[in-house]
């Protein structure tokens, strides 16, 4: 009996194993029910299509009349600017005529042609020369703003010498140096290939930047030079030693009436445009305008120009010379 006991514990007991359950199988559709599970997916695939036709209508409604909105104002704009255009040329040819007029009889005054003027009333009539004078120069602003956004300015580009260039603007502002606190110096440039562009804009721009410079310096100097810089171009410079320009106000000083509130800009009349005129007029031109200024000491308003006028280059033949010159006062 123990043999056999311990013949049985020796093997291993195993049980039988278990059978895996066998998988339900899924039920086999008809035709007839696989055909309308299609077709409720096309329906439903249908309706999500009118769906997104409906609203793609609707938002190419709102954009037709979105766009019809905006030529509507667009046009509106257009008539506004052309209307406001049209009012600054006529005011300021008004306005010219009796500007003119003033100037004129003040000139006689001051020429003594009705008798000799004592102390206070010539110093009365040159009061009225420089107000007239001012007014005459807003009433100018005003009228080139108005040509330029009008879109009649014309560009007559030529070849000319920038000695001559420095040499008008010298003589045109001798007479106006009343400060005796205050130099003027043009630098004459040297070495700089010709300019083929619009020599009366170009002297308009730099009027503006020394009229400003010589306005906003109570005493030190102006001084107006030229160099050539990289890419075929020129860069004129007026460089004073007044007020200066606090940063705030560099991104805004080229934009129409703007003027900078300082203490002397409030007691000095103006209407902020030769900036903006200047920065149309040097865009006309290719060019472009900067402005570098600490408050307190002096500013330097630069304009960079191409040595040739964009879109003229077949006309631009015939060069002069190089420019050779040397500094002035």
Known sequence: MDGTSDLISDRTFQAPATPAPTPTPAPIATPQESIEALRAALAESQREVQELSAELEETNRGVVALYSELDAQAEQLQKATEMKSRFLAYMSHEFRTPINSIRSIARLLADHVDGPLNTEQARQVGFIQSTASEFADMVDDLLDLAKIEA????????????????????????????????????????????????????????????SNALKFTPRGEVRVSAHAVEGDRVRFSVTDTGIGIAPEFHSSVFD????????????????????????????LLGGTVTLESALGSGSVFSLTLPLRLPGNEAAATGAPATTEGGPHG
């Open 151 to 210: 879109g009649r300015v014309e560009i007559s580009p030529a070849w000319f010498d920038m000695l001559d260039l420095f040499q008008a603007l010298r003589g045109m502002f001798r007479p106006v140096l009343t400060n005796p606190d205050v130099n003027l110096f043009f630098d004459e440039p040297q070495g700089i290939a010709p300019l083929y562009t619009d020599d009366r804009k170009l002297s308009q721009i730099l009027r503006n930047f020394i």
């Open 256 to 283: 129409d009436y703007t003027q900078i509130g300082s203490s002397l800009q409030k007691r000095l009349r103006g209407t902020g445009l030769g900036l903006a005129v200047s920065r149309q007029l040097a865009e």
